[in-house]
T-cell receptor
Framework: ETGVTQSPTHLIKTRGQQVTLRCSSQ?????VSWYQQALGQGPQFIFQ???????GRGNFPPRFSGLQFPNYSSELNVNALELDDSALYLC????????????FGPGTRLTVT | RKEVEQDPGPFNVPEGATVAFNCTYS??????FFWYRQDCRKEPKLLMS???SGNEDGRFTAQLNRASQYISLLIRDSKLSDSATYLC??????????????????FGKGTKLSVKP
């Protein structure tokens, strides 16, 4: 296993609600990247956190926000949930920008009804 | 145009077949290239990096053609356990204001492979 954990594993929310997803990175990794994978699609980059600061962002609206904590764990927050937010949310940890050593967690499957 | 495009699939092949996956990418400044494997309802896992000189890992061979912006993966003697979705992935590293860099993975849509007995 990668040592990257995510919680919860599954979540059902109603449109308009807010959600917080959590990720614990692999020991020694200081960078966390978040991805959204809709059904039948490849993962899409949401943003990356490096040493508690946002370090790049994909094409996602501001209602997608995040945090990284001193222990390098991370949260993804989504406000005003929409039906299209239903997806598998993956976090990946790495040391710096070593993307070839980016290890994924098992993901959180979010369903918005 | 999508940044990374793959064969739409799915591929249904018998055990022992040779399977080829093709992928093109649009950003000529892309710097790193990978194939990931994703089992149903699981996270993606790195299968292999792809180098310009081509590289092989057992039954798997990856090729990169930078001039054509084309990446391929060949699986020989396919096994039932090879059944999965294969994702073509590229990386473009951007310089950041603080002097460091940021790199994220850009995934294709994936091609599903089913190997049948």
């Amino acid at each position: 296993e990668t040592g990257v954990t995510q919680s919860p594993t599954h979540l059902i929310k109603t449109r308009g609600q807010q959600v917080t997803l959590r990720c614990s990175s692999q020991s020694g990794h200081n960078t966390v990247s978040w991805y959204q994978q809709a059904l039948g699609q490849g993962p899409q980059f949401i943003f990356q956190y490096y040493r508690e600061e946002e370090n790049g962002r994909g094409n996602f609206p501001p209602r997608f926000s995040g945090l990284q904590f001193p222990n390098y764990s991370s949260e993804l927050n989504v406000n005003a949930l929409e039906l299209d937010d239903s997806a598998l949310y993956l976090c990946a940890s790495s040391l710096g920008d070593r993307v070839h050593e980016q290890y994924f967690g098992p993901g959180t499957r979010l369903t918005v009804t | 145009r999508k940044e990374v495009e793959q064969d739409p699939g799915p591929f249904n092949v018998p055990e022992g077949a040779t399977v080829a996956f093709n992928c093109t990418y649009s950003n000529s400044a892309s710097q790193s290239f990978f194939w990931y494997r994703q089992d149903c309802r699981k996270e993606p896992k790195l299968l292999m990096s792809v180098y310009s000189s081509g590289n092989e890992d057992g039954r798997f061979t990856a090729q990169l053609n930078r001039a054509s912006q084309y990446i391929s993966l060949l699986i020989r003697d396919s096994k039932l356990s090879d059944s999965a979705t294969y994702l073509c992935v590229v990386n473009f590293r951007q310089s950041m204001n603080y002097g460091g860099s940021q790199g994220n993975l850009i995934f294709g849509k994936g091609t599903k492979l089913s190997v049948k007995p």
